[in-house]
């Protein structure tokens, strides 16, 4: 890529499984993405704290316990709170399909279930990122 | 973009306008020198800047997150730069610093930036120094500026920061011999952690003979357990004797200037990098790269300046 990206992923609420999270973090990693993790177990508004000192240009989310109509929302609206709402919040983890249009509606920009190719995944955050480097840069 | 309206945001402390800064600086923008330009130079001039070094998994993450506990303590607005490397294969990295560091997320007078070595082998990235003189003139009074993990000669740290804590732990067997020409020669104070390991008090014992006059050892050797909150205070202690040391007989004033001039160095040699990299990769005459290096100084003294 011609540009650097950063992307921060972060693991919402008392979920402690990261497997997930560390292979999209890897694989962004090998695509070339300077990725921040934060580790689990965090809160919405910690994530969204980390995202813009970070200067990211994306978000992703990684849920395995079934909380992400709660949590993945709560994002967004921390970084709305924070000023942030233009940065890009992708999301991924254990997420049954009658879910993923209602976190499209609440403005998660795309939605990873479990075998989603890992080229699918950095192809997204790769747009996310392009779109606001266009924007906002 | 507007500097101004940045610079006004970042003298008062936002955080959106710090990280906005360090990009606009890490991506070598024309706005970044612009707005380099415009820092609050008096606030730069009366912050501290600690590099914190080490090999990896000592613990220095650990004990900066202890090290900016008690600096909150204190009331002073700390920011942290913690460099990760960047792959040389793919140019990403995996920035991991933070993770020990999110005691302190939801704080706003704790900031805190990830950076990438995008490249520099010297255990620091390009803009690691501005982005320490951005925190400093978002108000951070304290800036703990955070190596990747090294070995012997990464060097960068000790030339930038006004002091260097170099981080050590138990387990790391002979590598310690070889550091001890190296980085461990030129660091102001030196913390063994994970203190209560078995094998620390054989590291500290081998250390001490780093140390040729006793009061050096005592002043600038030191144990920590960083994940059990264990000297971290007495360490800040020593930071601070040392800190004034330095101000009263001019070792700090000697210390920036040299940083100042090598820092300006590293910057020329940044810029001047993609036109080298471009003429080196446009088809030498010269078998031999030393001739070609040559040729290329004169080709670029010959082209007319931008």
Known sequence: MAEQYRVLIGKPGLDGHDRGAKFIVRALRDAGFEVIYTGIRRTAEEIAAAAIQEDVAAVGLSSMSGAHLRLFPAVIEALNQAGAGDIPVLGGGIIPEEDVDILRQAGIQAIFTPGTPAATIIAAFTKACEEHHRRHR | ?306
Not at chain 2, 136 to 149: D, F, K, W, Y
Not at chain 2, 246 to 266: I, N, V
Request: net charge neutral; charged share 25%.
């Open chain 2, 1 to 306: 973009m507007n500097i101004q309206d940045l610079l006004g945001r970042l003298h008062a402390g936002d955080p959106r306008a710090i990280g906005r800064a360090i990009s606009l600086v890490e991506e070598q923008s024309r706005e970044g020198a612009a707005l380099l330009a415009g820092l609050d130079r008096e606030r730069i001039a009366a912050a501290l800047l600690i590099g914190m070094t080490g090999p990896p998994g000592a613990g220095k993450s650990t004990l900066t997150g202890g090290l900016v506990r008690h600096l909150r303590d204190q009331g002073q607005r700390v920011g942290i730069v913690a460099v990760d490397p960047s792959s040389p294969l793919s140019g990403g990295a995996v920035l991991g610093d933070r993770i020990r560091m999110m005691d302190h997320a939801l704080d706003r007078e704790v900031v805190v930036r990830s950076m990438a070595t995008r490249g520099r082998l010297g255990g620091l990235c390009a803009a690691a120094g501005a982005a320490a003189r951005i925190m400093a003139a978002s108000g951070c009074t304290t800036v703990l500026l955070e190596t990747v993990g090294v070995g012997q000669s990464e060097m960068d740290i000790v030339r930038l920061a006004d002091l260097t804590v170099m981080v050590l732990a138990p387990g790391f067997g002979d590598e310690i011999q070889a550091m001890k020409a190296g980085i461990l020669e030129v660091a102001d104070l030196i913390v063994v952690n994970k203190a209560d390991q078995p094998g620390s008090g054989k590291l500290a014992l081998d250390l001490a003979a780093v140390f040729a006059r006793a009061e050096d050892r005592d002043l600038r050797l030191h144990r920590t357990v960083a994940s059990e909150d264990q000297g971290i205070d007495t360490l800040l202690a020593r930071i601070d004797a040392l800190v004034q040391q330095y101000r009263k007989d001019g070792t700090l004033h000697r210390k920036r200037e040299q940083a100042f001039t090598l820092e300006t160095l590293d910057w020329a040699q940044a810029l001047l990098r993609p036109k080298l990299a471009a003429l080196a990769a446009a088809g030498l005459r010269n078998a031999d790269p030393r001739l070609a290096a040559e040729e290329i100084i004169i080709q670029l003294q010959q082209e007319p300046q931008s």
